[in-house]
Each structure stands twice: as structure tokens, then as C-alpha cells.
């Protein structure tokens, strides 16, 4: 099935040493790292299992100087960009990079929520189906769910609802943390692909968090510890029987990884 407008359809991180993160990410989740081949940007694509997930684009100098910090960015595809640029700011938010376009896919931009959470979006007319995010089935490597914490969740949920049409029609009660509540692309589509909470207090500001499959949570947290790695939550047990681990990689980006409690 083709991607609609509203989908993540590709996920970047943002890395002050990309050949630390390529050898940190690839010992976590198995990623197969290739030069994009970008003249005079030295980023690298990566994939599980035969499938392309996402970049690796090493900062430079001057993008640290502007303020820019190691992050993962989702991409979310849409029909028109620089229609979805004007709408985003004519509803608070702040763009940071317009104008561009990916050479064989298309024009992209770069912003903030009203509340500073950074995505993207992309028109791809590549005429390929992006499964970055795994939408039916588990797939080792890929996304398997997209997470925002926002100060305002239901400001978030109409920012979100108006530029791409996500609706939130189930929801959990979380006690003290408030409702999480599940994001569906679109009323007609057949599955949640993410959630929506208030920031906790300890987040220091709004974020986009997005989980990667991997075979055993328990490898995962022996391996993160003993590679530079941190980590800020987990395992914690989340509905339906997985485990999740937020954590900072080596070079200061906070990632988030899910999987069963099983030795591998």
C-alpha cells in the first residue's frame, strides 16, 4: 500500500560523530550503514533486513554553531510542501529549513511544532513505499511505534490533526501522568502508529521519540551500558507484553529501542 499524506516515512539522526553512531547503532540494532552518496554532506543511509529505515547525517561546524544538537528526526511524507510549510507557520510553527529537495525523491523542509518539537516533511515521488515504520508487523530494525510528549497534548493533537489529519480515537489512562492517547493516520486506516502524552517533568523540553525494534531488551541494555551508552528509563514492561528502553547515545542523542524480555 502506498504511503498517504501523514506518514513517517523515514527517520534521521543528527550525529556530532557519525562514525561513532554508525558503529554504536549498528551493534544495537544490526543496521547496514552505506554512503548517500551527497556531494559535500557526508550522509549515510541505513537498513534492517533489506529495507531502508533512515540517514545518518554528520553535523557540521557551522550547524552546531547554529545551534543545532544530536537528535533523531522523523520525516513525514505529504502531498504538497511548500503548502504544508505555509500551514505549519500560519499555526505557530517555526521553520528551519526550506527549499531543498532530496535528488531523486523530492522537496523537503525542516520544522518545530509550536511547542519546539523538530520533524520533517517530504513529497516523495520517488513512486516507492516506504516500510521504515512498521505499520502491520513487527520487523527487526524498523520503527515500531512514534512517540510525542508535549507540554500541551491537545494543542499537539489539533497542530497535528490540521497539517496531516491524525486523529487519536483510543486512549489509556496513565494516573498521574494523565491520558496517553493512540495516533491513528486518518480514520479509514487500520492501525495505530504512535502516542500521544503530556511531557513528563523530567523531559527537559517537548520531543519527538521513536522505537526500534531489536530481538532482546535485555541484550540491549548490557549493550548499551558497556558502549558509552545511558540509560534514562527501562526496561519497563508496556502493554501487551514488550519492554522498552529510553536512553542517550554516546554522542548525546536520546533514542528509544523495544523488544521482548528474552536472552538471545
Known amino acids: 500500500m502506498a504511503n498517504q499524506h501523514g506518514d513517517f516515512v523515514w527517520y534521521e539522526l543528527m550525529s556530532g560523530d557519525a562514525d561513532a553512531a554508525q558503529e554504536f547503532y549498528s ?19 541505513f537498513s534492517a533486513g533489506g529495507g531502508d529505515i533512515g540517514g545518518l547525517l554528520q553535523m557540521t561546524e557551522e550547524m552546531t554553531e ?29 521553520v528551519l529549513v526550506e527549499g531543498h529537495e532530496v535528488p531523486g525523491v523530492g522537496p523537503f523542509a525542516m520544522l518545530q511544532d509550536p511547542e519546539g518539537a523538530p520533524f520533517y516533511v517530504i513529497e516523495d515521488r520517488s513512486g516507492q513505499t516506504s516500510d521504515a515504520f512498521a505499520a502491520h508487523e513487527p520487523r527487526m530494525g524498523h520503527c515500531a511505534w512514534n512517540e510525542l510528549m508535549a507540554d500541551d497534548p491537545e494543542a499537539a493533537k489539533s497542530f497535528y490533526g490540521d497539517l496531516f489529519g491524525w486523529v487519536a480515537p483510543e486512549e489509556m489512562d496513565m494516573g498521574e501522568m494523565g491520558k496517553y492517547e493512540m495516533l491513528r493516520n486518518g480514520d479509514e486506516r487500520d492501525f495505530m502508529f504512535g502516542g500521544l502524552m503530556k511531557r513528563a517533568p523530567e523531559m527537559p523540553v517537548s520531543m519527538w521519540s521513536f522505537y526500534f525494534r531489536l530481538p532482546s531488551i535485555d541484550v540491549a541494555h548490557t549493550f548499551i551500558g558497556q558502549n558509552g551508552g545511558s540509560v534514562l528509563n527501562g526496561p519497563m514492561e508496556i502493554p501487551g507484553g514488550e519492554f522498552i528502553i529510553n536512553g542517550v547515545d554516546p554522542q548525546g542523542a536520546m533514542f528509544s529501542v523495544i523488544g521482548p524480555r528474552a536472552e538471545a
Open 27 to 45: 551493534g544495537l540494532l544490526g543496521w547496514k550503514f552505506k554512503s548517500g552518496d551527497m556531494e559535500g554532506v557526508d550522509y549515510r543511509t
Open 66 to 94: 547554529h545551534g543545532a544538537r544530536p537528535c533523531w528526526v522523523g520525516y513525514v511524507h505529504v502531498e504538497d510542501v511548500p503548502a504544508a510549510v505555509s500551514k505549519a507557520r500560519d499555526a505557530g510553527a517555526t
